[in-house]
């Protein structure tokens, strides 16, 4: 990439939420960019953060919205509910992992680099690079990666936890086919259920597999 950690030449403006006081400074001083790139960087970063929030809002809710209705249904058919009562406290505990990295992580990753994109409106962006990379002082990096160094292991143990989930239903709707018939239960609503989890769990890992660099603070840097 071309920012790194180290201390610049001249100091790049700290990150704040939204990113708008940076942003505000050089739409107001003399600047790089056209109005236009302001109104890009206001827009990318408002859709950036509804992506965000519509994402956290479909882990904070599954539990209540895919998996207590099938429970319910379970328990109908097959009163010993420990199964599902497994499958309810792993989803519950990936979900809250993954809001978690969320509020902690990918927020502060919004934020920071709507900064970055603001400082490259400086006329003497010049004195702030070695070489072409832009160097950003360790003071605001650090916070970065204290956000988000965790989230590669949250995120694994979150798409594990999923995967078991999702397992489970699945071993249940068969049980319980074989033992009640075909119509004991919705199947869809299990396999939908269970689709979700097996696909949420297999992008949870890849993201974490992507963000491998963030726990360590030297491949980060």
Known sequence: GLIRAGEPRKLAEEPSDGGGPACRKWREERSCCTPDFFDFVDGANDD????????????????????????????????????????VRS??????????????????IRRFFTVMLCELCDPWLANKQDDGILRVSERHVRPLWEACRRAPSELSEASGALAEAAAHLRAMLRSASRHQGDDAMSGDLFLRAASWATRAGRQLRLAAERMRFYEEWERFR
């Open 48 to 87: 950036e953060a509804r992506r965000i929030r519509d994402v956290r809002d479909i882990y904070e809710h599954f539990v209540d919205d895919r998996i207590r209705p099938v429970a319910g249904r379970f328990e109908d058919v097959a009163p010993s509910s420990g199964p599902m009562d497994s499958v």
């Open 91 to 108: 989803v519950e505990q990936a979900s809250g992992r993954v809001v978690d990295v969320i509020d902690r992580c990918e927020d502060s």
